[in-house]
């Protein structure tokens, strides 16, 4: 079981109700109909992710203007280590990524959820790919 700081539930919840438009957009496009399950704005330690799933051990998070500025890099840095110390995969895609290649953005989610709950099919399957 994941560590998690009640504290957040509050914001984590706001969260859920006032996502932004790319979030809804991969939400209700995409994510809430996945095979795997996936979580909104879920609690992983002192940190809350855009959306997680459990099987694959996966966290997507989605990057707007607020990311790309130093303070924002740095704050994401040491939330990718605090996952990734948990066993969690971190996913980031640009609020352009969802906006302009929302396709492809599942595609690579896909690919990733395959990998991390089949890595041998998908070890089989990039062989024959090569071939």
């Not at 099987?55 to 040491?78: C, M």
């Not at 110390?85 to 595609?107: K, P």
């Not at 690579?108 to 090569?130: C, E, G, L, V, Y």
């Amino acid at each position: 079981m994941l560590p998690r700081n009640p504290q957040l539930l509050g914001n984590a919840r706001r969260l859920r109700r006032e996502m932004t438009k790319e979030e809804r957009k991969l939400w209700y496009g995409y994510l809430r109909y996945h095979p795997a399950k996936f979580y909104k704005q879920k609690i992983i330690g002192s940190y809350i992710v855009d959306f997680y799933c459990d099987t694959a051990k996966l966290a997507i998070e989605l990057d707007g203007s607020q990311h790309f500025e130093p303070t924002g890099q740095q704050h994401d840095a040491q939330r990718t280590l605090y996952l990734q110390a948990q066993g969690i995969l971190v996913l980031r895609f640009s609020n352009t990524d969802i906006t302009r290649h929302l396709e492809a953005v599942c595609a690579q989610i896909d690919d990733t959820i395959d990998r991390r709950i089949h890595p041998a099919a998908s070890s089989i399957r990039q062989a024959r790919d090569n071939l």
